[in-house]
T-cell receptor, first 112, second 111 residues
Framework: DAGITQSPRHKVTETGTPVTLRCHQT?????MYWYRQDPGHGLRLIHY???????DKGEVSDGYSVSRSKTEDFLLTLESATSSQTSVYFC???????????FGQGTRLTVV | KQEVTQIPAALSVPEGENLVLNCSFT??????LQWFRQDPGKGLTSLLL?????REQTSGRLNASLDKSSGRSTLYIAASQPGDSATYLC??????????FGDGTTLTVKP
């Protein structure tokens, strides 16, 4: 399996609190992505990174921010969690532009 | 805006059958199309990647075809096995760095 780890795997948090999800890779891949998966909506891109400190917005970026200070770590932050952000979050990595080669196991986030 | 549709949403077949999963997209100006497999509670595993200049890709019992002009891709699974049971998703990329995923087809292969 590719070296990609998401943490935490499960989290329950209260509305209005900040939450940070971590994606860690050991593959030295340049491209990293954050997706959310919801029934009826498939996977939707939140943010992606094409290098250290190089990030861009995806389809559903409102309410989320990201940071990539090292090649191996891509952090997703919910500044003030809302119930609509309850979802399963996936990180993906790739060495090639325009493809997601490997996905993490996902983080199930519940905002109550 | 690109829209990706996968029909049917669910499919149940007996072991040994050959089957076809469908993926349709609205914007034919794609860069590539990728098929993934997702097992319950797991992440996605890439199965096949077809570049826009290609017509098909094969890996073992899997064959994916791409027809950009009609906005369609099919994933053919030969001699299905219970271990093939999973959700299969297609993802279409039109702009660098961004893909649009279908909702998937959940396949059940009965022994």
């Amino acid at each position: 399996d590719a070296g990609i780890t998401q943490s935490p795997r499960h989290k329950v948090t209260e509305t209005g609190t900040p939450v940070t999800l971590r994606c860690h890779q050991t593959e030295n891949h340049r491209y990293m992505y954050w997706y959310r998966q919801d029934p009826g909506h498939g996977l939707r891109l939140i943010h992606y990174s094409y290098g250290v400190k190089d990030t861009d917005k995806g389809e559903v970026s409102d309410g989320y921010s990201v940071s990539r200070s090292k090649t191996e770590d891509f952090l997703l932050t919910l500044e003030s969690a809302t119930s609509s952000q309850t979802s399963v979050y996936f990180c993906a990595i790739s060495s090639l532009e325009n493809t997601e080669a490997f996905f993490g196991q996902g983080t199930r986030l519940t905002v109550v | 805006k690109q829209e990706v549709t996968q029909i049917p949403a669910a499919l149940s077949v007996p072991e040994g059958e050959n089957l076809v999963l469908n993926c349709s997209f609205t914007d034919s100006a794609i860069y590539n199309l990728q098929w993934f497999r997702q097992d319950p509670g797991k992440g996605l595993t890439s199965l096949l990647l077809i570049q826009s200049s290609q017509r098909e890709q094969t890996s073992g019992r899997l064959n994916a075809s791409l027809d950009k002009s009609s906005g369609r891709s099919t994933l053919y699974i030969a001699a299905s096995q219970p271990g093939d049971s999973a959700t299969y998703l297609c993802a279409v990329r039109t702009n660098a760095g961004k893909s649009t995923f279908g909702d998937g087809t959940t396949l059940t292969v009965k022994p």
